[in-house]
């Protein structure tokens, strides 16, 4: 699976959106790119995941450029219960013989 | 509610004893995956079993096993346990597609 590059940290004000970038320049095109989040100890949450086309649903948007080769992660509207680690990890689908890398993440804090 | 259970949710036990965690994947989940999380660590993958059978290892001690039983729960047995083992275990599952969710994990403390 392609390695990802994430910022250690960033901030965000209350009420905006918050945009969480990921390098993955030697993604392959069969490896989709997820996102997921860590808040304090409990269990990684699933955000979003996507191949190619910009996703959306009730959590984030992720945007994916057209080489592939990077992601932002968007909280459209972020809030305090937002402050968590975020992963962004590149896997081949379908495949039940690997598993999911977490690197570092970003640690994002939402500010009051 | 991510549906996946783990059970115990805090542990401690003392050094060079073994211990034993439980995960219970989502319903219909062939396939459970197991990661360790240390304070001062990330998530470091362990083992993977998929309706069974492992998959795929990590950096899994040879002091660590694990499980999948026929009912699809799975097991991860932890024995001489050192003061390092001190660590959430999580557990996760996958369905048909291709994202895993994660269970609340168990804390394990060794004194």
């Known amino acids: 699976d392609a390695k990802t590059t994430q910022p250690t940290s960033m901030d965000c004000a209350e009420g905006r959106a918050a945009n969480l970038p990921c390098n993955h320049s030697?993604?392959?095109?069969?490896?989709?790119v997820y996102w997921y989040r860590q808040i304090h100890s409990q269990g990684p949450q699933y955000i979003i995941h996507?191949?190619?086309n910009n996703e959306t649903n009730e959590m984030a948007s992720l945007i994916i450029t057209e080489d592939r080769k990077s992601s932002t992660l968007i909280l459209p509207h972020a809030t305090l219960r937002d402050t968590a680690v975020y992963y962004c990890?590149?896997?081949?689908?379908?495949?039940?013989?690997?598993?999911?890398?977490f690197g570092p993440g970003t640690r994002l804090s939402v500010l009051p | 509610d991510s549906g996946v259970t783990q059970t115990p949710k805090h542990l401690i036990t003392a050094t060079g004893q073994r211990v034993t965690l439980r995960c219970s994947p989502r319903s219909g989940d062939l396939s459970v995956y197991w990661y360790q999380q240390s304070l001062d660590q990330g998530l470091q993958f362990l083992i993977q079993?998929?309706?069974?059978?492992?998959?795929a290892k990590g950096n899994i001690l040879e002091r660590f096993s694990a499980q999948q039983f026929p009912d699809l729960h799975s097991e991860l047995n932890l024995s001489s346990l050192e003061l390092g083992d001190s660590a959430l275990y999580f557990c996760?599952?996958?369905?048909?597609?291709?994202?895993?969710?994660f269970g609340e994990g168990s804390w394990l403390t060794v004194v």
């Open positions: 079993y998929y309706n069974g059978e492992e998959r």
């Open positions: 030697t993604i392959s095109g069969n490896e989709y």
């Open positions: 996507g191949l190619k």
């Open positions: 996760a599952s996958q369905g048909p597609g291709n994202t895993i969710y």
């Open positions: 990890i590149v896997r081949v689908g379908d495949n039940y013989g690997q598993n999911f890398v």
